[in-house]
């Protein structure tokens, strides 16, 4: 057991999503680079997308990775590459329209292939400190195919042959048993989430208060060497489409002093290492005057 509690002042870092970017309309490689250079992020959890890798059998495409990679190692940026099926943003699940249709058995065979091949172009990197395999594979949200546990150890188990850096098993902070899902890894990531959705209740908070998380990772620290927040809330939870949105309603959805009261709890509950999402939206709005959430964020990273 190692690292797995911190009194004092967490290492942040952020999830840095391509697509997500272009969705927001922003050029994916200046907003990294900006992270980079601007906020001086110093780790990333970086998802390679298998649809956007592999666009065809066997053809890949990794301009845009080797990029991000690149940039990290001329920065000295740790990297966590997250890897699979299922890696972070909606919807989850980012299958080629070709994988689609291959029958289950065939499917498996074909992530297998697409993981061995990213796992050996970038295990040499300095830049990558860790792999994440999936994310919260145990956790039925997205559109996504069933959770099978079979098949993500036989994903660990091609990992950890491929490469001796430490993988990490990520689970719904919330909603997930942390324990029993942590033996699959070396680090397990917990979501953190203070706000949630759903059809019936509408936006609801979550009744957690920091002991839980600190008593819940102390317990799970026993069984893995380090327990860290993979995924902060640190921008809104979208109830309608981001280009419907307001400009007032963009600007009041998530504010400076949420983005301040959930960096203040994830430091309250004593992980050593905290990854915010929503860095790209910081940027999207400071590209629209509106710059407190990145300089809040400037802020308490540095």
Not at 117 to 123: A, G, L, S
Not at 194 to 217: E, K, Q, T
Request: aromatic share 14%.
């Amino acid at each position: 057991m190692e690292k797995w509690f911190s009194p004092s002042q967490p290492e942040f870092g952020v999830t840095f999503s391509s697509l997500y970017s272009e969705k927001l309309g922003l050029n994916p490689q200046e907003t990294y680079l900006a992270l980079l250079h601007d906020l001086q992020i110093k780790k990333i959890r970086l998802p390679i997308y298998w649809s956007e890798i592999e666009p065809l059998p066997g053809e890949f495409d990794w301009q845009m990775t080797d990029f991000f990679v690149a940039e990290a190692e001329k920065s000295g940026v740790n990297l966590t590459l997250a890897i699979g099926r299922k890696v972070p943003r909606w919807p989850e699940c980012f299958i080629p329209d070709w994988a689609e249709a291959l029958e289950y058995n065939q499917g498996q065979d074909a992530v297998l292939n697409m993981e061995q091949k990213v796992v050996e172009r970038y295990k040499n990197s300095p830049a990558v400190e860790r792999w994440q395999v999936e994310n919260e594979p145990f956790f039925p949200f997205g559109i996504c195919p069933a959770p099978d546990k079979d098949f993500f150890l036989e994903e660990v188990a091609l990992v950890h042959e491929l490469d001796n850096r430490p993988i990490v098993v990520t689970v719904s902070g919330e909603m997930d048993p942390w324990i029993l899902n942590a033996l699959s890894g070396d680090v397990l990531g917990v979501s953190m989430y203070r706000l949630s959705w759903n059809g019936a209740l509408g936006l609801f908070p979550f009744p957690f208060v920091p002991s839980i998380y600190r008593a819940r990772s102390w317990l799970t620290g026993f069984f893995v060497d380090q327990v860290i927040v993979s995924e902060l809330q640190a921008e809104p939870w979208f109830v309608k489409p981001i280009e419907e949105l307001t400009s007032t309603e963009r600007a009041t959805a998530f504010t400076a002093e949420d983005l301040k009261n959930n960096l203040e709890f994830a430091r309250q509950s004593g992980f050593s290492e905290v990854y915010l999402w929503g860095a790209e939206w910081w940027y999207a709005e400071k590209l629209e005057g509106r710059d407190e959430l990145w300089e809040t964020a400037k802020k308490f990273i540095k």
